[in-house]
Structure formats: C-alpha cells, structure tokens
C-alpha cells in the first residue's frame, strides 16, 4: 500500500511521526508532503511543497533557493501542467504554472491513498484525489472544526468546502464524530481511530514521598486553548490553607511570557514552575514522579498529554472538553468538572490531594484504561484496517 501523507507545515507533529514509523513498519509505503523543514524520518521520503508567493523574507529566500536548485526538474513541469490544470483553472496562465510548480514534486508519487492530517487542509491538497484517481482522506482533531469557525471570519465556509471534498474523515475521537455529524457529514464518510500513545515508553514507577509534598504537573503548548491561567488562579486558592505541594508546567508557547508575568504578579514564584521545551524521556520523568496530573484546556480533540498521565498511572483532574470522558472515567480514574469551575475544580483536586489512597487506586485504574483502549501499536493496526477497507470499497 501507498501512501501520501500531509505533514503539514514545516515539520511533522511528533505524535504524527510516531504513527507514520510504526504504519512503515507494517509495509506501508509513504510519502509525506514537507514544507521546507527538515527530513526527520530517514527511511520515508518526502515531497517538497514550497510557496513561491511568500511574502516574508525567509520564504522568499527559501523559495528562491529550491528554485535554482530545481531548474532541471521544473522545466519538465511544463507538461505536468496541462495534465492537472484542469482541476484548478486559472484566468492567469502564469498563476497557473506557478501552482504547478509549487506542488511539481508530487508528479512522481503514485498513491494508493492520500490522508491529509489536518482537515482544513483539505481544499489545498484535493486536486490530488482527481489526478491520481485516489480516495482523500482528512482527520480531524480540534481546534479546525469546534474553534475556528467560530473565531476566523470566512473560515466556516472553508470547512465546508473541505469537508465536501474529503473522501473519509477520520476522528480522533468520539466526540469529534458527533461534532462532524452536526456538520450534516454522512455518517458512512466517517470513522473513528484513537491517537494512541506508546504505553510502553509511558509507565508508573513506585512513587516516593516527595518530603510529603504533593506534585502537580501539567504539559502542553502554552497557548489560548489550555488554559493555564486557571490553573494559576485555583493554586492562589489552595496556597491559603497549605504549603506543601508545587506545580510543574512543561511546554512553550506565546503564552510564555504572560504566564511568567501572572506567576509573579500572584505570587507563586515559590509554587509553580515554568520548564519550557524539555525531551520526552524528561517528561516522561517528570510525570513518573509526579502525584496528579492537571488539564484545563477550554478545547482538544483528544488530549494526547492526558493520555500520557494517565498511561503513566496519574489521577487526572480536567475541565470537560472534546475527548475528556473516553480518556477519563469520572470518579474513577480522575475528576471531569464542567469547565470554567474553578470552585468545583478546586474541590476535587483538594480531595486527592488529601487521601494517598484515592490517588493510588485512581491511577491505577487509569493506566488499566489507556492500555486496554489508547495503546498505539493497537490504533495504528486498527487504522491500516480502515485504509485496506477504503481501498477494497474503491475496487469493489
């Protein structure tokens, strides 16, 4: 089987790339569609896609040096052009062949099928699907379908679109699947495949009594959508009464700073800790020897990082959004509060924070859960099923 990946942007996300070695692995021939960025992944070949009307510096110098590299190639693009510029007329001719060479690397690839990894990218890579003959399958995993039409102008109207022109649409989750049916997607279109993460690689070790300090710990990209702030007002409640606990935050982001500022401007210097960008085996570590784990996000498509926590037998408390309850079970192997709670928040996590037992038995059934359901090296098999059944409706 042969397939073309979307990466997008100038790198492929992490969990993305642990997906893509393990589907190699299979037998799964790839491709995936870089731009710029580096190659991170050796064995699996990519395919160039460059803009060429980059209004930046960067982008224009970038462009400007893959063109004088590529001159030889371009010229033979020329014909290319005629067979695919049907599918994306132009009253211009030269926009035309600009498009063409923007994306000429792609002549050369030959599918079986094409997954876009984000849905809004969906419009940009379809003329794909029509040239090679190939279903295009999108995934939706957030923010492109619950947040940005409702906060981007037009953008409502570019989902749809992208939405039409997607083959299947894989859904990381199950709410993700409801939020795609209140879009009015045919309900056959649609599948559900779990990221999954590596169990193995995220496991509880015998936790140790920190001097009898509790360790609160959270990782994500500081932005908007996580919520941090939260977090940093329900800490300002719980240092009133008591002392002994600490909160570790790893992650960057355009938030830094702000969170930096309120750390200070609360007076928290002394409870909560910025890490910024650390190595997975660090986070791994960090959540290992930690005693809760915390997640205020106002919006995901499945936490990847609640996922983490859990596989690596930590109690969750989390706001209820997107994904929350196939990750945790409430009560069981953390807290769901409705989000926005902070009272309600503050509550269950003060419960945990008191009874050792109750964070024992909660995170041991959470890493029961993420084995028996999130395990990647079940979800990447699961979704090669869903590729081969794609395929055989195709030749059916």
Known sequence: MRLLVDGPGNYVAEFIEKRLILLEKQGVQLEIILRYGERQIPTINYATYIRLFSFSKAGLRKSLAYLLKKIPALLSSVIFCFRIYKFHPYQNIFKGIAWVIERHEFRRTKPDL???????????????????????????RGSQITVYPLTRQGYKERLNEC??????????SNDMRKELLKWRVDEHRIFVNYNGIDTEKFYPVKRESHDKIIRLITVGTLMWRKNYWSQLHIIKDLIEDKDLFRLDIFGLGQDYEGLTYLIHKLQLKDHVFLHGYVSENKVISALQGADIYLSTSAAEGLSNSVMEAASCGLPVVAFDCEGMQEIIRDGQTGFIVPFGDLEGFRKKLELLIKDNQLRTEMGRKAREHVEKNFNI?????????????????RNN
């Not at 094409?114 to 939706?140: C, E, M, R, Y």
């Open 114 to 140: 094409v997954h876009i990894q984000w849905v809004g990218n969906a419009i940009t890579f379809s003329w794909l699907k029509h040239h090679f003959g190939v279903p295009l399958i999108s995934s939706v």
């Open 377 to 393: 090296k079940d979800t990447v098999p699961a979704m090669l099923k869903q590729y081969r059944q794609i395929l055989e409706k």
């Open 163 to 172: 939405l039409r022109v997607s083959d299947y649409l894989h859904a990381v």
